[in-house]
């Protein structure tokens, strides 16, 4: 069961870094995408239940863009902010029952060290796509069809429903990560330990985030730490792949 909370931690980190160097086409310069997270199976496990609902929420505006999850009716809550011109960026982990609240500031050197890093492991395990253009579903108004995603040395199968309506403009965290995938993500499904975790967008605006959405100052009580330790915390999903 921990290996399967561990792989749900770590999809969630994954998404959150691959969402945040969105810069999306002409028509969504500005807006924001919000996912919503459902758990089936496992309903042994309290988990499940206490994921189900959970939120993700990606705003952007010029070239910059903000990450946000409310996890378990905000047990726990990550935000991440990068400004892809500047080339600088922060990452807010706040865990209240644990009286944990984390903050990582990242450099010009650091993002362009995480990107050569998210590269590399890339080129190490290249993945493979298999595109379904008939299964098709309309998320949030948009039409998209069914990929598979086989990551080499993981016996779990990722799949996307993705639309070409919105696309990176560069290389994105996405692109990064997933390098070669055809389209834009708006659904996720992952299996594991009898369980199955779905991320889907229900709600795509055009309407501009205020500025102090991309505030990138450190909050009250927030204590400063690395991308290693935080990646690294156990029972976090110490397998962030950072």
Known sequence: MRKAQLAIFSL?????????????????????????????????????????????KVYFLGSQVKTSINMMNGMMNMNIIMDNEAQEGLMLM?????????????????????????????????????????????????RCHKVEVQMPGVSETLTMYVTKKIQPVGQSQIQEQLPGLEGFPLRYEISQGGMKLVFEADEISNKPPKAEVFDKSIPEGYEKTTLEELGGMQGLGGGFGL
């Open 12 to 56: 969630i980190f994954f998404l959150a870094l691959g969402s945040t160097s969105l810069m999306a086409q002409k028509k969504m310069e500005e807006g924001y995408i919000k996912y919503t997270m459902n758990m089936a199976g496992g309903e042994e496990n309290p988990m499940a239940g206490m994921l189900n609902g959970s939120e993700m």
């Open 94 to 142: 706040s865990i209240p029952m644990m009286g944990k609240n984390m903050a990582v500031e990242l450099s010009k050197e650091q993002m362009e060290e995480l990107k050569a890093k998210q590269k590399s492991n890339a080129a190490a395990s290249q993945p493979t796509f298999k595109y379904y253009k008939r299964k098709r579903k309309k998320i949030a108004g948009y």
